[in-house]
Every structure is written in C-alpha cells, then in structure tokens.
C-alpha cells in the first residue's frame, strides 16, 4: 500500500518554478500518488497535463472561491470536459467544488445562492458521469449536506471532504452519505485541539490524508508573524511533507505508521475507485 496524497494542487504558481522537483521529492520520500484537483476551468487543463507527466489522477471541478466569475457556460464547458475525457482513467472525481462561507466577499446573499447554483450544478454532473466529489468545505458544512442528500446517487455518494474541520455531529453526516474526511497539516498544531480529537476518535475507516500543497502548511514549516518580520519566510508546504503528517496521525491513533498507511490507502479506494487501476505498490 502507498502514501497517497488526495488533494494538492501541483498547478499552483507557488510550484510553478520546480514543480518537477516538488514531484520528485515527494516520491523519494514514499508519496507515490497525488489527487490535483481542478479550481476553475482556466485550469482544466493544466491539472491533466500534470496527472499525465506524474503519472497521478485529477479532478475537474469550480471551486467556490472562482464561483463569483463563474457562469452557466462555465458549468457547460465543465460537462463537455467530463463528456470529453470520460475514458481518461486519470480523472478520477469532480473538484474541488463546494461552499465557503468564510470568505467575506462570497457571503452577501445574492453570492451564497450563487454559490449554491453552482454547487448543485455540479453534484448533478457528478452524479450524471458516475464520479466521486471532491469537496471544499468553509463555514458551510450543514449547506453542503443538505444538497447532498437531495441529490445523492442511488447507491450513495462517493469521495471526500477537503481539510475537514467542522463538529463529530457534522463529520458523521459526511460520513453517512459515503464520504471520506481529509486531515493534513493542520492536526500537526497542539493548538488545533478540537481537530486532534477528531483525527483521533473518529472510524479510521473514514480518514484519507492530504497536503492541499502549497498550503496548509505542516507546524514545523509555520513561521509566526513576528518571525516572518524578521525575515524568516514562511515554508512551502509540498506532497513530500506527507509522510511527516501521517507519522504525527499515527501517533494521535496509537497505531503503526505501516498499519495507517494501508489503511489509508484502502480508504482512498473506496473515496476514488479509479485510483485501483493507476497505483503502484512501495515497499513498507
């Protein structure tokens, strides 16, 4: 079984100057799979032509934080892309959709029903052309449920919750519709006490892991404010800081690093089903 990656953005400018590089460390370090998901459709091809060179899979999706230029042409390009590409064993989900609330541009009334347009848009895509979701989730989690069950498949929901960080009440309606909930970097903070016990109490089974490389950097790549005055620049976080997560995840569970990682993988399987077809086993 592999470190697998399920969600971190290769196409971002941040790695644009050495993304071969970021690739290569992080196989060298034992992740030998990466998710890229998809933000806009300036970017649709971008994220398979990275999938194809690394040999990983992709998502094609809009992302709500690009959902204020998007528009129902932007929904038809998407499922012309899904339509086109559908024999491609590389896509592998719809994403990163979803809802964010946080963000104080995006919560006048008028945006958050946009928001939601484009969102059940995209489910019903998704649902269409048989594929998982890939979800992002600010703020917006009991939204993003609500269309869920509306819209859900008859066998169910397949795929996962980007950075979950919402309540144990929330992570089990996740859970119920058939998702995976990823953790990353953040569990790496002491002071993220809430999202530790999460990571440690909730069903291993509905764990996957993640970077969201370049952000969501890991503690020991943090640098404070009063740090990055000085002059310290604030570290990159890459697909190679993986591993290091998932000792900290191993950890919190009092389990081996070995029996994580398998179960891990046998969760992105169950997330991603086309993953079964591209993964290449590592050693222990």
Not at 59 to 76: K, R
Not at 151 to 160: E, I, N, R
Request: net charge neutral; charged share 20%.
């Amino acid at each position: 079984m592999v470190w697998m990656d399920t969600h971190c953005h290769l196409d971002a400018p941040e790695l644009a100057a050495d993304v071969d590089a970021v690739r290569q460390r992080a196989r060298a370090a034992g992740v030998s799979h990466c998710l890229i998901p998809a933000v806009s459709v300036a970017n649709f091809a971008a994220v398979r032509e990275l999938a194809h060179r690394f040999g990983d899979s992709y998502a094609l999706g809009i992302h709500p934080l690009f959902v204020a230029q998007a528009t129902d042409a932007d929904l038809h390009r998407l499922e012309q892309e899904l339509y086109a590409h559908a024999c491609d064993p590389r896509l592998v989900a719809v994403g990163e959709i979803g809802l964010d609330f946080f963000v104080a541009e995006l919560g006048s009334d008028a945006m958050r029903a946009h928001q939601e347009h484009i969102y059940r848009e995209q489910l019903i895509l998704a649902r269409k052309f048989g594929l998982p979701v890939v979800l992002h989730v600010r703020r917006s989690a009991d939204r993003l449920l609500k269309h869920l069950r509306q819209l859900a498949p008859s066998g169910g929901w397949k795929g996962l919750v980007h950075a979950f960080n919402g309540s144990a009440q929330q992570a089990q309606g996740f859970i119920e519709v058939g998702l995976k909930l990823g953790f990353g970097g953040a569990l790496t903070f002491e002071s993220a006490r809430q999202l530790r016990r999460l990571a440690s109490t909730l069903p291993l089974p509905a764990l996957v892991l993640e970077t969201d490389a370049p952000d969501i950097v890991p503690r020991w790549l943090y640098r404070t404010s009063a740090e990055r005055a000085a002059g310290w620049p604030q570290g990159r976080n890459e697909p190679a800081e993986l591993p290091r997560i998932g000792q900290e995840l191993s950890r919190l569970r009092a389990i081996s690093e070995r029996q994580l990682r398998e179960q891990l993988s046998h969760n992105a399987l169950q997330a991603l089903p086309r993953l079964g077809a591209l993964l290449e086993p590592i050693g222990p």
